[in-house]
């Protein structure tokens, strides 16, 4: 179960507003962005959330890989996005395919500010 979770936090992204408020535009994306990063998409699912007296909804965009999964969440009305890769390198390292894909993500969105985390998961002799 070795596998790479890639995230990140996007503050002040200066993409179209479209972006972060259309969920079968953003789904699509998404599942293009998988497959042109070599990885495997095998469903998709997405959400738009309604509007608040803040402004537009935001929009959860999944898609569910072989290798694990893609996780986008849109904040219009702060300009901000999370963004979740994780694959398992088990059968073998997607690891560069992951990053390619946040990489992707991180040109989409434009943001001013990026927080970006990497995480090392299911490797127990990690652990000792």
Same mark, same amino acid.
Do not use: K
């Given at each position: 179960?070795?596998?790479?979770?890639?995230?990140?936090? =996007?503050?002040?992204?200066?993409?179209?507003?479209?972006?972060?408020?259309?969920?079968? @535009?953003? &789904?699509?994306?998404? @599942?293009?962005?998988? *497959?042109?990063?070599?990885?495997?998409?095998?469903?998709?699912?997405?959400?738009?959330?309604?509007?608040?007296?803040?402004?537009?909804? &935001?929009? %959860?965009? %999944?898609v569910?890989?072989?290798?694990?999964?893609?996780c986008?969440? %849109?904040?219009?009305?702060? *300009?901000?996005?999370?963004v979740?890769?994780y694959?398992c390198?088990?059968?073998?390292?997607?690891?560069t395919?992951?990053?390619?894909? =946040?990489?992707?993500? @991180?040109a989409?969105?434009?943001?001013?500010?990026?927080?970006?985390?990497e995480?090392?998961?299911?490797?127990? *002799?990690?652990?000792?």
């Amino acid at each position: 179960m070795q596998g790479l979770h890639l995230t990140a936090d =996007l503050h002040d992204c200066l993409c179209e507003a479209r972006w972060m408020v259309d969920a079968d @535009l953003l &789904g699509d994306w998404c @599942l293009e962005a998988v *497959r042109q990063a070599g990885l495997h998409p095998v469903g998709r699912l997405v959400h738009a959330f309604p509007a608040t007296p803040r402004g537009a909804g &935001g929009v %959860t965009a %999944t898609v569910l890989l072989a290798e694990s999964h893609l996780c986008v969440h %849109t904040w219009p009305e702060l *300009r901000a996005v999370t963004v979740d890769v994780y694959v398992c390198n088990v059968e073998g390292d997607h690891s560069t395919r992951a990053s390619v894909l =946040l990489d992707r993500l @991180l040109a989409l969105f434009q943001a001013a500010h990026v927080e970006r985390h990497e995480l090392r998961r299911g490797d127990i *002799r990690a652990a000792f």
